[in-house]
């Protein structure tokens, strides 16, 4: 069975989108993964198809309604795929989250808009509330295009070369170190000689140096989680 997305959207047309197009628009039409964008309004009973009303205790903005949401996550059978919604309340996703979530079914994805959804259905549907950053979007049909982006590359076959992934951000807990290629020279700018020296041991002791490099002056909580997970490999 193919890696399955199932996307609860008010606006279904915004899929595949960028999906479509390059490792993840191949691997869709071969058939590597398939995605359903299903249009919360569908279930809506009035003749408006409206998904939202306003906030219980006064406020700005509207909520979307647990009943409609409901019945469209009912109608979307998750075989044993998580149950997500895009929230800037969720937890942050990682590429741990990304790995694990690749490597099962597939994922059935909530696209919150308005101010919200309302907290009955997400507790009554066992939602889990996901985040791609400490920023609010308009909606959640792009983080949900980022999430799953984010798993598809990782489907076996899909990127032209498996071994890419192992040195990837995050993969080992760093950073990328950084990247070059040809003009060996451009605008005064050399390509680092220990990088076309021919010395495998050496190019991959620099690279690893500059991720570490690159992290610490970058991400300096990312750094501490590293430096605590090779303390805690030395007292093994």
Same mark, same amino acid.
């Given at each position: 069975?193919?890696?399955?997305?199932?996307v609860?959207?008010?606006?279904?047309?915004m899929?595949?989108?960028?999906?479509?197009?390059?490792?993840a628009g191949?691997?869709?039409e071969?058939?590597?993964?398939?995605?359903d964008?299903?249009?919360?309004r569908?279930?809506a009973?009035?003749r408006?198809?409206?998904?939202?009303d306003?906030?219980?205790?006064?406020g700005?903005?509207?909520?979307?309604r647990?009943?409609?949401?409901?019945?469209?996550?009912?109608?979307?059978?998750?075989a044993?795929?998580?149950r997500l919604?895009m929230?800037?309340?969720?937890?942050?996703?990682?590429?741990?989250r990304?790995?694990?979530?690749?490597?099962?079914?597939? #994922?059935?994805? /909530?696209? @919150?808009?308005f101010?919200?959804?309302?907290?009955?259905?997400?507790? +009554?549907?066992? *939602? $889990?509330?996901?985040?791609?950053?400490?920023?609010?979007?308009?909606?959640?049909?792009v983080?949900?295009?980022a999430?799953?982006?984010?798993?598809?590359?990782? #489907?076996?076959? /899909?990127m @032209?070369?498996?071994?890419?992934?192992?040195e990837?951000?995050f993969? +080992?807990?760093? *950073? $990328?170190?950084p990247?070059?290629?040809?003009p060996?020279v451009w605008?005064?700018?050399?390509?680092?000689?220990l990088?076309v020296?021919g010395?495998?041991?050496k190019?991959?002791?620099?690279?690893?140096s500059?991720?570490?490099?690159?992290?610490?002056?970058?991400r300096p909580?990312?750094?501490?989680?590293?430096?605590?997970?090779?303390?805690?490999?030395?007292?093994?």
């Open positions: 069975m193919p890696w399955r997305a199932s609860l959207t008010i606006f279904p047309e899929f595949p989108g960028p999906l479509g197009l390059s490792l191949k691997a869709l071969n058939g590597t993964w398939s995605l964008a299903v249009d919360i569908g279930f009973t009035d408006h198809r409206s998904v939202d306003t906030p219980a205790g006064g700005p903005g509207m909520v979307m647990p009943d409609v949401l409901a019945r469209a996550l009912d109608a979307t059978a998750a044993g795929r998580p919604l929230s800037p309340r969720g937890a942050p996703l990682t590429q741990d990304v790995e694990a979530w690749a490597d099962g079914p597939g #994922l059935v994805i /909530v696209c @919150g808009r101010e919200g959804v309302d907290e009955r259905v997400i507790e +009554a549907r066992g *939602l $889990e509330e996901i985040s791609i950053g400490d920023y609010v979007l308009s909606g959640g049909e983080a949900a295009l999430l799953i982006d984010a798993c598809i590359r990782l #489907l076996p076959g /899909v @032209g070369k498996e071994a890419s992934g192992g990837e951000s993969a +080992a807990g760093l *950073l $990328e170190y990247q070059y290629t040809r060996q605008e005064g700018r050399s390509i680092p000689d990088l020296s010395d495998h041991a190019v991959a002791a620099f690279r690893r500059e991720a570490e490099k690159v992290t610490q002056e970058r909580d990312l750094w501490a989680a590293y430096i605590e997970r090779l303390r805690r490999a030395r007292d093994r």
